[in-house]
């Protein structure tokens, strides 16, 4: 699938040579680390051994926990600049304990307690996330993985992006589907930890099978992995649903919560929460679906756009949501489908007339396109509120992306909020106290993919916007309604450009 074979030679006897460079005057104590100490505040301090014989490192950790804004640990650690990667076999020693206890691989600025880091955890329960603090004692977030307890893992610093490895059934490490964005200043802490999530207690994990190695810069073409992730509104935790080394975007969460809807090369795909292998949808003819489609309210329905009959002109189609032949709603194109109101009667697109994007609405059963919209610019992304009284959208009227809504029939047309951000495709949640949008930098024109971008989060009863999520992705993240039925989490998808030379 890979190629640039003879670099990636060059790239493993460049990783031997640092490997030996890495090794200490203390290696007969330390293997290829430098030191060790307890990080933050302990109760019990750690310690740590290394066999020689085996290559096995044993270390046992107290410490409350490794969140919020403070790491409490055992490190064993070594100093090096540059881009890195960081491999080992991790067991556990004992069954019992905190199921929450954590054995690390980490990449930390300082030895501080608060320091920003990110490192991959491998939990006492199985659990296996990528875990960030992107600030000095700023609160902790984190990427679950979809495979649990796996017996590898692997952190990789390729300049500011960080990405997680975990082994499969087969041993092999693969992408995690989990990545982040953080930048560190010069020379920087890797290293391996253990913390007993509980302060009165120590605990002890082994790891074998250690690889710390230099990365020389990628000179093959990267590789698109997307993931279909979901994130908890509350605690902000993000987990990898689906993850594939292809190009996917926009999941629907079905109206029962069982299964997502996402589209990939011109198909509608589903799959199962919890599943691993989506199923196409079988949609006729209409081969060439974008990822502006969705679900009708009473779940028995799909509407897709598709430019399969017309190359770039897209039209908008309802068919049953199990799949089956569509029938074509809109005549004129190109037209996007963005909402469906709430009776189930109207969907709400974008159309593109006489060169102007604007809102529109249309019967489901069919008929005559009403015009909403007419100011000057794109008006895209429109969305009925949970009630079917308003229409969100955005608009590009007051020189940035904004979000705006508007009576269902298109009077009152107003600015919800006012930012420095491009901000996108506004999602009102079922129970119609939160609005979710995406946003880019302010210099970033249109909604393209492969950009740093937020998931903002907006309470709808006061108004105030906060961050749910930094992520690399754009087009394709989160164009489509994407909210569990009970508000409780969103579903998204992020991207990653990963080397050719990671994936060998």
Known sequence: MFTCVSRRIGFLFSAAFLLLNFSSVSAAQLGIFQGHGDIGTVLHPGSATYDAATGSYTISGSGENMWFGVDDFHFVWTKVSGDVALSADIAFVGTTGNPHRKAVLMIRQSLDGGSPMVDVARHGVGLTSLQFRDAASANTHEVESNVSGPKSVRIEKRGDHFYAFVSGADGKLTPAGASTKLHLEGDYYVGIGVCSHDKDVTETAVFSNVKLANLAPATCKPVLLSSLETITVASTDRHVEYLAADHFEAPNW???????????????????????????????????????????????????????????????????????????????????????????????????????????????????????????????????????????????????????????????????????????????????????????????????????????????????????????????????????????????????????????
């Open 254 to 504: 079905s109206r029962d919560g069982s299964f997502f809807l996402f589209n990939q090369s011109g198909k509608i795909y589903r799959l199962a929460l919890n599943g691993t292998q989506p199923v196409v949808v079988p949609t006729g003819a209409q081969d060439g679906c974008n990822n502006d489609h969705g679900i009708s309210p009473d779940g028995q329905s799909i509407a897709i756009s598709d430019s399969s009959a017309v190359p770039g002109k897209s039209a908008v189609y309802v068919l049953p949501i199990g799949g089956g032949t569509p029938r074509q709603v809109t005549q004129a194109s190109p037209s996007y489908r963005h909402g469906w109101s709430p009776d189930g009667k109207t969907l709400a697109f974008t159309g593109q007339r006489d060169g102007e994007f604007d809102i529109y609405t249309i019967p489901v059963a069919g008929g005559a396109e009403t015009r909403l919209t007419t100011a000057k610019g794109l008006d895209d992304g429109p969305e009925y509120s949970p009630d079917g009284q308003y229409i969100y959208f955005n608009s590009e009227r007051s020189g940035l992306m904004q979000i705006w809504r508007m009576k269902a029939d298109g009077s009152e047309q107003e600015r919800v909020l006012a930012d420095e951000t491009n901000d996108w495709f506004p999602h009102i949640s079922p129970d119609g106290q939160w609005m979710v949008f995406l946003s880019y930098e302010k210099d970033v024109t249109g909604h393209p993919g492969e950009k740093d971008v937020m998931l903002q989060l907006m309470s709808m009863t006061d108004k105030k916007v906060h961050v749910l999520a930094k992520l690399f992705g754009g087009q394709g993240t989160i164009n489509v309604p994407s909210w569990s039925p009970d508000c409780k989490k969103l579903a998204f998808v992020s991207y990653e450009l990963l080397p050719q030379e990671s994936l060998k």
